[in-house]
């Protein structure tokens, strides 16, 4: 068989030919491994499972420039080839929920770099310019996930069944009052509570991610007239650090709002659905429990609706603090919302007072902490809840 060398050193035309008929052959088998590259085709559910992929390549147009040399000293060379290409085709993933067969366009860099390879042997680097990027960052945040070991509700078990097939046994069951809204009972609504949680993940490993390099704010400081002045130099770490903290804060408040509501769809306790929050309404049971209202359904002894109570008096308020400033700046007395322009505010507004700016950097790193316990809290709220409405007769 001709190996690859001798067809670069005879005849450039037919390398590139060879280059490309190989390649038409292995594309099918590279997408798996390159899972990132099409992540705007493979379904999120998918990204951190195991699938089997058909990859039928309908056309490969090859871009008409491209780059072919030969590398290092003579006895040490190597060759490197590197040529784009559109690609079109159908894509279908093979696991255990069906998807749908989906039609793809996709420009790629296809490349390989080796010293003497015969055609089996030719290896592929196939390339989106994004992915130098995007790879290196998914790999970085993935490892975060992993260190920080954060099961999310869909990974975990309850009462000895799936966490979707525990919520269908509640949820579904016929009782007594009827639901208000049927739906609630839909894979949708699940998928609601249990994404928020998701992206409550997400929003933690990425805090965490460029938590260790966030700025200290006492670091850089100037004597004038025997007066310190201290000028923290922020970075973008600093700033990716809170807007990810940011959204962690927003999608807990998601979160506890779609428990409520599924909660309120079996008791509404007297509330309009307009006026229904997490507060409101356990704040409402709570004054029923204490004036022992006759209508109330809620067995008032339940140590699932005391954990309910007692989680919005003593916890709840962290994550409105945090996420009403973001969303509601202007009911805060001092007009001071989103973190990063708290921060940026605050450390020039006491530049010359060091004990206010060792309180704003405790704060800032404590963000990822409130995150994390309650990240906790929701898998506990997420079963007490189920609990209570599986109370009601």
């Known amino acids: ?25 292995t594309i099918a088998q590279r997408i798996f491994n390159y899972r990132y590259a099409y992540f705007d085709l493979i379904p999120s559910a998918l990204l951190e499972t195991d699938f089997k992929v058909q990859f039928k390549t309908e056309s490969i147009k090859w871009d008409d420039t491209f780059v072919f040399k030969k590398e290092g000293l003579e006895n040490e060379s190597q060759y490197f080839f590197e040529n784009g290409c559109e690609l079109k085709g159908k894509i279908s993933f093979h696991t255990k929920i069906v998807y749908p067969s989906i039609d793809f366009c996709k420009k790629v860099v296809v490349q390989f770099r080796s010293t003497d390879l015969t055609v089996r042997e030719l290896m592929y680097e196939l390339k989106l310019e994004e992915q130098k990027i995007i790879d290196p960052y998914m790999d970085l945040l993935n490892s975060q996930k992993a260190h920080l070991n954060l099961a999310t509700i869909d990974k975990l078990q309850f009462n000895n069944q799936s966490p979707f097939g525990y919520y269908c046994d509640v949820i579904r069951k016929s009782r007594v009052t009827p639901q208000l809204n049927s739906s609630v009972g839909d894979y949708y609504f699940y998928q609601e509570i249990f994404v928020a949680h998701q992206e409550i993940k997400e929003a933690i ?6 938590k260790k390099y966030l700025s200290p704010i006492l670091h850089n400081k100037d004597i004038y007239e025997g007066r310190t002045f201290y000028y923290p130099w922020l970075n973008y770490y600093d700033k990716m650090y809170m807007l990810a903290c940011s959204l962690g804060f927003e999608r807990l408040y998601t979160f506890w709002d779609r428990i409520v509501f599924m909660v309120y769809n079996f008791y509404q306790g007297g509330i309009p659905e307009m006026n229904l929050s997490f507060d409101n309404y356990l704040k409402k049971i709570e004054n029923q429990i204490n004036a022992k209202t006759s209508t109330l359904l809620f067995n008032p002894a339940s140590q699932n609706v005391k954990w309910l109570m007692d989680f919005r008096k003593n916890q709840y308020l962290e994550i409105t603090e945090k996420r009403h400033r973001i969303i509601h700046f202007k009911i805060t007395s001092d007009w001071q919302g989103l973190p990063w322009s708290k921060t940026i505010t605050n450390v020039y507004q006491n530049n010359l007072n060091p004990q206010e700016l060792l309180k704003l950097q405790v704060e800032i790193y404590q963000l990822q902490d409130i995150l994390m316990k309650h990240f906790s809290l929701c898998i506990e709220g997420f079963e007490k809840s189920l609990a209570l409405i599986d109370e009601l007769p």
Do not use: P
């Open 205 to 210: 490993a990425t805090a965490n991610l460029y």
């Open 1 to 25: 068989m001709s190996t690859l060398q001798q067809d670069l050193e005879q005849d450039q035309t037919s390398a590139i030919k060879l280059f490309r008929d190989c390649f038409d052959q």
